[in-house]
């Protein structure tokens, strides 16, 4: 239930119009046939019903618009109606304006009516039970609490209702915007999430892809032809089978490629193989790559294992740091390193020699350093990269601090 439209200021209500209309031909009809409600009273004339008649077609006019000048103005009216004679049309256009001034009136006059009214009746019933001794007094009371109180609480508990309804549709209206702007908020995040993906598992394939296409045009000899376009044809298999993986999973993330489960998620177990691939791509430019795990001071194995989340973003900043070193780093060695620090986080560092060129030796969209961070404040980790200088020179140093395996497991 909503609130009414309201009219112009100054101009009635249509609905209005037709109650005041209707209101004073009735009472002309109830004049005419000579249908008073009682006798004249203190000597007035009768005829005064007919101006009290008006006055309260009046107060009808303005029952919207101004209800509070439309029951002061009705008040006396009834008050006029009740000693010239009273028409019955007058009382209830009366009761209909003390209803109006209660619903659509000001807060606190809303909450004021309802209490007069009561204290009017008590009032009207000590003085009527005092200079009336006569059992119709009872029913001239409830007569008094008709006209007065019921149209008053009728009103507040209907203006109550429509309060409590215009409350009910805002908070629904609240409500609705806040999960809009969740579901923004979750659409932008998925496709971050999707972009960083497909640019971690396609990136360093067709990096490889564009350093030994490009040495294979560069150099006339047939057996480094071959070994460039084996390293081309290793690197575009694995990327199609991560490209098929990825679209699985989007379009069913439980049943990727026809399978129960969800496909595998690259874990810290696969840097070997990452490694592995990055000696075959990185070969020809005169780098060497080196893994260093020290997580398992007591022999392999024994480190505990990172979260998934954890060990999938190790594996990407990894990867990424690999394909960035192939196309930027200078002829040298490219370290990874994995630690356990005492605090608890996992620590992922890559250092590979610093190159001072003008170009790199494949062409980049610039985003792998963005998602690196990414990934890293995603888990409250902390990431930083750049130019170091050191005993060996300039390096290239990306290294990110990761949440533990215990912290995320009390989590």
């Keep these: 239930m909503t609130a009414p439209p309201h009219a112009a200021p100054g101009r009635p209500h249509r609905l209005d119009l037709l109650i005041a209309v209707g209101g004073l031909l009735g009472g002309l009809l109830l004049w005419a046939m000579n249908l008073h409600g009682g006798p004249s009273r203190l000597g007035l004339p009768p005829s005064l019903t007919l101006v009290a008649l008006t006055a309260m077609a009046v107060a009808e006019l303005m029952r919207r618009t101004a209800p509070m000048a439309a029951l002061a103005l009705a008040v006396p009216a009834l008050a006029l109606d009740i000693c010239a004679g009273t028409l019955v049309a007058t009382v209830l256009m009366f009761t209909d304006v003390v209803y109006a001034a209660v619903l659509y009136g000001p807060a606190n006059a809303a909450r004021r009516i309802p209490l007069h009214s009561v204290l009017v009746t008590v009032l009207a019933a000590i003085a009527l039970t005092a200079l009336w001794p006569d059992p119709q007094v009872v029913m001239a009371i409830i007569g008094i609490a008709l006209v007065t109180i019921a149209p008053a609480w009728t009103g507040i508990i209907i203006r109550n209702h429509r309060d409590a309804a215009q409350a009910a549709q805002l908070r629904a209206e609240q409500i609705a915007l806040l999960a809009e702007r969740d579901r923004t908020q979750a659409v932008i995040g998925e496709r971050a999430r999707m972009a960083r993906e497909l640019h971690d598992m396609v990136a360093n394939h067709l990096s490889a892809i564009a350093i030994h296409s490009t040495a294979a045009q560069a150099i006339d000899d047939p057996s480094a032809t071959r070994e460039a376009l084996g390293v081309i044809r290793e690197n575009s298999v694995q990327g199609l089978a991560e490209m098929r993986r990825l679209i699985g999973l989007l379009r069913d993330p439980k049943a990727a490629e ?63 740091s690999l394909t960035n070193a192939l196309k930027h780093a200078a002829p040298g060695e490219v370290r990874v390193r994995l630690a356990h620090d005492r605090g608890g986080a996992l620590t992922v560092a890559v250092r590979s020699p610093f190159a001072d060129r003008p170009g790199p030796r494949a062409p980049g969209s610039g985003t792998g350093l963005v998602g690196m961070r990414e990934r890293t404040a995603l888990l409250g980790g902390a990431f930083e990269a750049g130019p170091e200088s050191g ?16 912290e995320e497991e009390q989590r």
């Design 391 to 406: 005993p060996a020179g300039r390096v290239w140093l990306v290294r990110a601090a990761l949440p533990a395996a215990e």
């Design 258 to 320: 026809g399978d129960e489960e969800p496909a595998a998620t690259p874990s810290l177990e696969g840097l070997d193989a990452l490694i592995d691939q990055a000696r075959t791509s990185g070969g020809s430019s005169g780098l060497t790559f080196v893994l260093e795990d020290t997580r398992s001071p007591d022999g392999p194995g024994t480190a505990p294992r990172p979260a998934a989340p954890v060990e999938l973003a190790a594996y990407r900043i990894v990867q990424e």
